[in-house]
């Protein structure tokens, strides 16, 4: 199967075209990007696009504008146009909020008149203006048509193009042809080996180029892909048990295809397919905020959680510390002395540190105070007997505490987190 009719069919983008709008300078369209993506094709006159978080975008007369995330846009005429006419819609999506881009589309697709498409937007305006009876059938087919051509286009552009992922992958000469078999037969047991063979390309190299423009090793690749597809077909609850779907996209077992299916989601494959009777429930982070809408883009979930969670574990600590009169950064210092035995200069204390510290001097004055460190006077820091003592004190509750928080994940789900934890700082690990 052809790659993007694949991807297309997988995210199930769907678009209603809803009306033509009139604006001006001193008037806005306002578009709330909360829940769906937002199309605009400028079908008279030229208007200006400001998305949140604070792009701008021109649309000459017969461009179209795909915003697929963000928080929301503004639309004005601009330039020398008094009044323009807006023709506007909503973008909806069968997979999760954040679909386009985990399938590796940008967050704006820029469709411009010059690509031979000025007259979909004119015929898609005079649909809507007319409204004649299947108005909204030709104009969703019209509007498909120009995402398509807008992904086309996107992909034809060096600088519009993702860094990486499939639509970049699509114009690679060895990677382009590896993507269409994968997609073709994705539940066949390709091996790297065979990819390559196919290509007539080394292993490695293959291997290397393809981890290069996609983002991900050819087999990763593949089990994300495989994963994304029973995603959508647990969604269209199509009558098929979760077995029978494992096994269509090219897992032996359930237990295996459940497993892979929550790494890489979060959820159940049965947590799936119940959000696709209605409205995806909030997530857990969205429930613990109390936010409503959900989040613009998953890596600002994530990030935000990454700091809920370092902030929980933390405070954990607090009242262990708080019985012997330290603080954590003042652990840390203490224990880094220990593991090395002799004297240090701050800056190497500081360099080592878990978190990084700007109150040098009040950090020292304390340990020194509390009589836990001492100092030569040539600003190297030694760890005294009662700092030993106090270490040795806190070493078993500690440890205690550190297996309490995690006790709840397997020593596999452990060594993934710590993986995926050292990725989130170091991204080219």
């Excluded at 290397?208 to 995603?231: D, E, S």
């Excluded at 969604?235 to 096994?247: I, K, L, M, Y």
């Excluded at 989601?265 to 613990?288: H, I, K, N, S, Y």
Aim: charged share 25%.
């Amino acid at each position: 199967m052809d790659v993007m009719t694949d991807i297309l069919q997988v995210v199930g983008a769907k678009i209603r075209i809803e009306r033509c709008e009139s604006v001006d300078r001193s008037s806005a369209l306002v578009g709330d990007l909360a829940e769906h993506g937002i199309v605009y094709a400028a079908s008279r006159g030229r208007v200006r696009v400001d998305d949140r978080p604070g792009e701008s975008v021109e649309l000459e007369p017969g461009d179209a504008l795909f915003l697929l995330g963000g928080e929301g846009s503004l639309v004005r005429a601009s330039g020398g146009t008094e009044t323009a006419e807006v023709v506007t819609g909503r973008v909806e999506f069968a997979v999760d909020r954040d679909g386009p881009e985990a399938v590796g589309w940008p967050s704006a697709l820029h469709l411009r008149a010059a690509d031979d498409v000025g007259g979909l937007v004119g015929r898609l305006a005079d649909e809507v203006r007319t409204a004649h009876p299947g108005w909204e059938a030709v104009s969703t087919g019209l509007a498909t048509a120009l995402l398509v051509a807008a992904i086309r286009s996107h992909r034809a552009s060096a600088s519009g193009c993702p860094a990486h992922g499939w639509l970049r992958g699509l114009s690679d000469p060895e990677v382009g042809p590896a993507l269409r078999l994968m997609h073709e037969r994705p539940a066949y047991p390709w091996t790297v080996a065979e990819l390559a063979d196919r290509l007539s390309v080394s292993r490695s190299a293959f291997a290397a180029r393809f981890k290069q423009v996609t983002g991900r090793p050819p087999l990763t690749y593949l089990t994300w892909w495989r994963l994304c597809r029973a995603a959508a077909r647990l969604r269209r609850r199509d009558g098929a048990t979760v077995a029978q779907v494992a096994h269509d996209v090219g897992y032996e077992t359930e237990a295996a295809f459940g497993k892979a299916f929550r790494r890489q989601f979060g959820r159940t494959p049965g947590q799936v397919r119940r959000e696709g009777g209605g409205p995806r429930q909030p997530t857990p982070l969205q429930a613990e905020l109390k936010k409503r809408n959900p989040f613009a883009v998953r890596e600002q979930e994530v990030a935000i959680n990454l700091a809920r969670s370092a902030a929980k574990l933390h405070a954990d600590f607090k009242p262990l510390f708080d019985r012997h009169g330290l603080s954590g950064a003042e652990y840390n210092v203490l224990r880094i002395l220990r593991g090395e035995g002799t004297a240090l200069p701050w800056a190497e204390v500081s360099s080592r540190l878990v978190a990084p510290n700007g109150d040098a001097g009040g950090l020292v004055s304390s340990l020194l105070a509390a009589g836990f460190i001492e100092t030569d006077g040539q600003e190297l820091l030694t760890l005294t007997a009662r700092g030993r003592d106090l270490l040795a004190a806190l070493d078993v509750p500690l440890i205690d505490l550190h297996r309490r928080q995690l006790a709840h994940f397997s020593s596999g789900e452990l060594a993934e987190l710590d993986r995926l934890l050292v990725k989130a700082r170091r991204p080219d690990h």
